[in-house]
């Protein structure tokens, strides 16, 4: 089983940014196909971006399309979400995932525990 660990939530004034981390424990860290979900108050988990096991294929939802952006560094074992022009309707718990496969499914195997962003108006 995959191990994921996210940092680097908080709180920002809307128009800022923020930079989420998620630490994996996988070997090889680069069989790993990564991702973003986030979880709004009364909300259903939502998709915001994916990463393919190469690092070469991105996805993003259309909300956060040219905002957020998402890499990955195989030295560190970390994937991360770069997020700009930061919104209210940003504030969520961010999960990372993770699965063993080239792309992210659409049932990921292996989530971590969320990192809050709060983003005030």
């Known amino acids: 089983q995959v191990q994921l660990v996210e940092s680097g939530g908080g709180l920002v004034q809307a128009g800022g940014s923020l930079r989420l981390s998620c630490a994996a424990s996988a070997e090889p860290f680069r069989d790993l196909a990564l991702g973003w979900y986030r979880q709004a108050p009364g909300k259903e988990r939502e998709f915001v971006a994916r990463?393919?096991?190469?690092?070469?294929?991105?996805t993003y939802s259309d909300s956060v399309k040219g905002r957020f952006t998402i890499s990955r560094d195989n030295a560190e074992n970390t994937v991360y979400l770069q997020m700009n022009s930061l919104k209210p309707e940003d504030t969520a718990v961010y999960y990372c995932?993770?699965?063993?496969?080239?792309?992210?499914?659409?049932?990921?195997?292996?989530w971590g525990q969320g990192t809050q962003v709060t983003v005030s108006s």
């Open positions: 990463i393919s096991r190469s690092g070469m294929s991105t």
């Open positions: 995932c993770a699965d063993r496969a080239i792309i992210l499914t659409l049932t990921p195997n292996n």
